[in-house]
């Protein structure tokens, strides 16, 4: 069935060093990968996404890439700061339909 | 522009009884979701509307849930008769149909605790 695995669970960084979440898909009709950030108490926010079509996008401090064949999508935040701490969710959906979400990443990041 | 508003933001029920989630979704938005995260898990999806219409149902856990959306405007969730397993937060979403993207605008959510 549908599924999206996200790893690690949990992520400490140093403030100023780089962070990774990678997650992979299952199902090959995916061609919408947004990422949304949730800090605590609040509602998940869309920071990034990408489509099918592309490769790489960058927003600032934050990228994503994605490599369709191999079912695999990245995060990259560069130069973290604390206020980037919170959880992350990766997620995949056919265009216009449900999102499956990973488990999430619990990104903390220590001044 | 409004964001996606959710009532209530907090409810605390006992097994067996009956509880009605809100969700209005962005003005103009056609497509309306909701999604439920159960603590420390994923957040899952639960069912997805166009309009007043039920597109994808398929996340529903069972018949004790009834999503309606009558006008195609706000939607209701009823959980009727709650249980222990029910507890989580409760998401609604929305995006327009048609649109340059389909990005998913959340609410704040709806925490659920079933005693």
């Known amino acids: 069935g549908e599924n999206v695995e996200q790893h690690p669970s949990t992520l400490s960084v140093q403030e100023g060093d780089s962070a990774v979440i990678k997650c992979t898909y299952s199902?090959?009709?995916?061609?919408?990968f947004p990422w949304y950030k949730q800090e605590l108490g609040k509602r998940p926010q869309l920071i990034i996404d990408?489509?099918?079509?592309?490769g790489e996008k960058k927003d600032q401090r934050i990228a994503v890439t994605l490599n369709k064949t191999a079912k695999h999508f990245s995060l990259h935040i560069t130069e973290t700061q604390p206020e980037d701490s919170a959880v992350y969710f990766c997620?995949?959906?056919?265009?216009?339909?449900?999102?499956?979400f990973g488990q999430g990443t619990e990104l903390s990041v220590k001044p | 522009e409004a964001g996606v508003t959710q009532f209530p933001s907090h409810s605390v029920i006992e097994k067996g009884q009956t509880v009605t989630l809100r969700c209005d979704p962005i003005s103009g938005h056609d497509n309306l979701y909701w999604y439920r995260r159960v603590m420390g898990k994923e957040i899952k999806f639960l069912l997805h509307f166009v309009k007043e219409s039920k597109q994808d149902e398929s996340g529903m856990p069972n018949n004790r849930f009834l999503a309606e959306r009558t006008g195609g405007t706000y939607s209701t969730l009823k959980v009727q008769p709650a249980e222990l397993e029910d507890s989580g937060v409760y998401f609604c979403?929305?995006?327009?149909?048609?649109?340059?993207?389909?990005?998913?605008?959340f609410g704040p959510g709806t925490r659920l605790t079933v005693l």
């Open positions: 199902d090959s009709a995916s061609n919408y």
């Open positions: 979403a929305s995006s327009q149909v048609g649109g340059r993207t389909d990005t998913q605008y």
């Open positions: 990408i489509r099918s079509n592309v």
């Open positions: 997620a995949a959906t056919p265009f216009g339909g449900k999102l499956i």
